[in-house]
C-alpha cells in the first residue's frame, strides 16, 4: 500500500521520506517509551546500516514511481526475494536448496503477472527504471541488516533506531541540497498512513527475523506487490484484469509452499526465546 499513499500524496520523494521518518521516529519512540524503555546508543550504532538503507531505499522508490510506472517500478522490487537467497547463505548461514529457490522464481513470476497483467506502458522512463533498481538492491540491504541486527536487538528497539537514524539522515539531506521540504495540507493523510501502516509492517517483519529464515521472510514480503495491485484497484480505480487474478493467485500458492515446507525455522542462536515485541537487547552469543 506503499505506492498507493505516496501517489495519493503527490510529492517528491525526498520530501515524503522527511516528513515519513520523522512521524515514526516519534511513533516509535512513544512505543519504545510506553513499553518502559529508551533507545540506547549501541542499538542506534547497530541500526545505523539499516537506517540509511532503508532511507534510500524509500527515497529512490517514491521518486521512480514518478518517472515510470508503478507496475514497473513494483515489477523490479518484486525480484528482491532473489537478491535475498542469493546473499542468505554466505552472509546469514541459511541453506536455501533448490526447492524454496524454485518456488521463490513461481513466486515473483506470479507477481510479475498481478503488477503487469494490465499492460506495461512502453514509453516508461530509463532514469525511473534505473532508481527503482537502485532502491531494490538498498531494500535487499535493509533487509539483511535487519536479519543480522535481530541476532542482538529487539525487533522495537531495533525499528526505532533505524527510523530515527533515517529521520537524521534525510535531514542531512535536505540542508546538502538546500531544499525545503513543503508538505500540502491535503498529504498529511497520506503521510500518516505511510508512516503507520508500512512502519508497523515493519515491526512486525523486524519481530519476525528472529523466527523464520530471511529467505522464507523475504517471499512472504513479495506479496506486497500483490496488496498494492488490489489496494489501487479500490483505491484509485485501477481495474484487475483476469491476468492480474492468475498472477495473485499463483504467487499466494507459491509463497504459502515456501512457508509451509520451511516451517517458522529454528530461534536464531543467542536469540531470546518467545513471541513478545518486549524481548531487551542482549548480547551477540561470543
Not at 541459511?94 to 513466486?107: F, I, K, S
Not at 522512463?125 to 531494500?139: E, F, K, P
Not at 500483490?226 to 507459491?254: E, F, K, M, P, Y
Request: hydrophobic share 55%.
Amino acid at each position: 500500500m506503499a505506492a498507493v499513499f505516496a501517489v495519493l500524496a503527490d510529492t517528491s520523494g525526498l520530501v515524503l521520506v522527511f516528513y515519513r521518518m520523522w512521524l515514526g521516529a516519534a511513533l516509535f519512540a512513544v512505543m519504545l517509551l510506553a513499553s518502559g524503555r529508551r533507545l540506547r546508543w549501541r542499538t542506534v550504532l547497530v541500526a545505523a546500516p539499516g537506517g540509511v538503507l532503508l532511507t534510500a531505499d524509500m527515497t529512490f522508490f517514491f521518486d521512480s514511481i514518478r518517472l515510470t510506472s508503478v507496475a514497473v517500478a513494483t515489477v523490479i522490487g518484486a525480484l528482491q526475494p532473489l537478491l535475498v537467497l542469493a546473499v542468505a547463505g554466505p552472509f546469514l548461514g541459511e541453506r536455501v536448496g533448490v526447492r524454496r529457490a524454485l518456488l521463490a522464481a513461481v513466486a515473483v513470476g506470479g507477481v510479475s503477472l498481478t503488477v503487469v497483467g494490465a499492460g506495461v506502458p512502453s514509453h516508461g522512463h530509463l532514469r525511473g527504471d534505473l532508481l527503482a533498481t537502485v532502491s531494490l538492491v538498498a531494500w535487499s540491504g535493509y533487509f539483511i541488516a535487519a536479519k543480522r541486527a535481530s541476532r542482538t536487538c529487539d525487533a522495537l528497539e531495533y525499528t526505532t533506531g533505524a527510523t530515527v537514524v533515517g529521520a537524521f539522515a534525510t535531514s542531512l539531506i535536505v540542508l546538502a541540497t538546500g531544499s525545503v521540504p513543503v508538505l500540502h495540507r491535503s498529504a498529511w493523510v497520506w503521510v500518516a498512513l505511510l508512516t503507520v501502516v508500512p512502519g508497523l509492517a515493519h515491526l512486525l517483519m523486524n519481530w519476525a527475523h528472529r523466527r523464520i529464515d530471511a529467505g522464507v521472510s523475504s517471499v512472504i514480503v513479495s506479496i506486497n506487490p500483490v496488496v498494492a495491485s488490489v489496494g489501487s484497484w479500490v483505491v484509485l480505480d485501477q481495474r484487475l484484469t483476469a491476468l492480474q487474478v492468475v498472477g495473485g493467485a499463483v504467487s499466494l500458492l507459491a509463497i504459502t509452499l515456501v512457508a509451509r515446507g520451511s516451517g517458522t525455522g529454528k530461534a536464531l542462536q543467542g536469540a531470546p526465546q518467545g513471541g513478545s515485541l518486549d524481548d531487551q537487547v542482549r548480547p551477540a552469543p561470543g
